[in-house]
């Protein structure tokens, strides 16, 4: 278990301890890989992992979830820890305080999104009278899109109709809140030993590795991914919080209806970059046009949202997570969106704490540092 200087293992695993120093100011070596069959191995080996993770979905999405939320939590391990409490306790505190603080905003939100949801049919005719300056232009589309249908249809007369019928709304509810329950039922108790455990496996995993500086990459690449991921979970989450307040302040002066709803909307759609404040944005115009008569004070909640975001998104939080967290946000859309597709809105919620992970890992391992750096984006000034 001592690390020998002439084993072939230190080149995959970064420089030794006997390797130069590189001279300060000096950009680090990031060699490409020459070997192609090693790189379609590892193709055919990253869709294989792809089509185990689209398939195996109901598996791996809690076990992701508890491991992303053990990150977020563990903060609150060590400050039980520091009072001396034991550890199936605090854990226990923990997941009951979290979970039942999510539980308890679901059932306060459930009458508010309810009513919301019962008068949408009622609104329906006042909303497309809201939205006639569209209607023409998406007429016309549809129109050209069908004489388009047309001519590539030629004269063709043997038309077939296909009826495909489906399980029922009530079988997809039902179907979907069982797989709901027992994603989360597995991810609490998954959390729960995983907050027990404390680094356990990051101790069995040192055991086994073969050298010393293997052992010492082990334990770099694990507190980094803990400190940042949970810095960068903490953070969001705190931001997240106060956009989610802002925009029930601001939805209660507009005079839209249940500002609570709204702020809770606000602060869940954060969680995912752009994509999801964009939703907010349109979500909040169409809850204007349904409450408010003239245009203006329609768009006012979606406007105030929309700058509430813009002063987060682009001066609060680079500020407080630029040091740490330097992606490149065309990749982060790119993750967001293949991650939507893999496993819907959870995916979604996954993708920045992968994309980051992914990007600590290849970081800290030479042969991969050239896609590290890809991922990186330019230093804020």
């Known amino acids: 278990m001592t690390d020998q200087p002439g084993s072939d293992d ?41 089509y185990t993770l689209y398939f195996a979905s109901e598996i791996i999405l809690p076990i992701a979830f508890a491991f992303v939320l053990n990150l977020l939590l563990q903060p609150s391990m060590r400050i039980f820890a520091r009072l001396q409490v034991p550890k199936t306790i605090a854990a226990l505190l923990i997941i009951f305080v979290f979970f039942g603080g999510i539980v308890t905003l679901g059932f306060t939100l459930s009458g508010p999104a309810a009513e919301w949801v019962a008068k949408a049919p009622d609104s329906l005719p006042r909303l497309e009278r809201r939205l006639s300056m569209f209607k023409k232009p998406i ?33 997809l509810l ?15 108790v998954l959390l729960f030993f995983l907050l027990r455990s404390g680094d356990l496996f990051l101790r069995r995993l040192v055991e086994i590795l073969p050298t010393l500086t293997n052992k010492k990459q082990a334990v770099d690449i694990s507190q980094e991914i803990e400190s940042n991921i949970s810095r960068y979970l903490v953070t969001i989450s705190l931001m997240n919080a106060a956009v989610g307040f802002a925009t029930g302040i601001a939805a209660y002066f507009c005079g839209l209806s249940d500002p609570v709803l709204w702020g809770a909307v606000a602060f869940f759609l954060n969680y995912v970059p752009i994509l999801g404040p964009l939703c907010g944005v349109a979500i909040l ?38 040091r740490h967290f330097t ?17 819907g809105v959870a995916g979604a ?5 992968m994309l980051a992970t992914f990007k600590i890992i290849c970081d800290r391992i030479r042969p991969l540092m050239a896609l590290g750096h890809f991922l990186g984006a330019e230093p804020r000034s």
């Open 327 to 343: 992606l490149n946000p065309v990749l982060v859309i790119i993750a967001l969106l293949f991650w939507y597709w893999m496993w």
């Open 139 to 171: 007429e016309d589309m549809q129109k050209a899109s069908g004489e388009a249908e047309k001519i590539a249809a030629g004269n063709a007369t043997d038309v077939h109709s296909v009826t495909v019928t489906g399980p029922g709304l009530s079988g």
């Open 10 to 50: 230190g080149e995959l695993n970064g420089p030794r301890p006997q390797d130069p120093v590189e001279p300060a100011g000096t950009r680090v070596e990031m060699p490409l890989p020459q070997n192609m069959q090693s790189v379609l191995l590892l193709a055919i080996f990253v869709l294989a992992m792809f």
């Open 349 to 353: 919620f996954l993708a920045v704490p």
């Open 174 to 188: 039902f179907s979907g809140t069982r797989a709901l329950g027992a994603g989360g039922l597995a991810t609490v």
């Open 285 to 322: 115009f169409l809850a204007g046009l349904l409450t408010f008569d003239t245009i203006w004070q329609a768009i006012l909640p979606a406007g105030i949202y929309l700058g509430i975001h813009f002063v987060e998104g682009e001066a609060v939080t680079p500020i407080l997570l630029a």
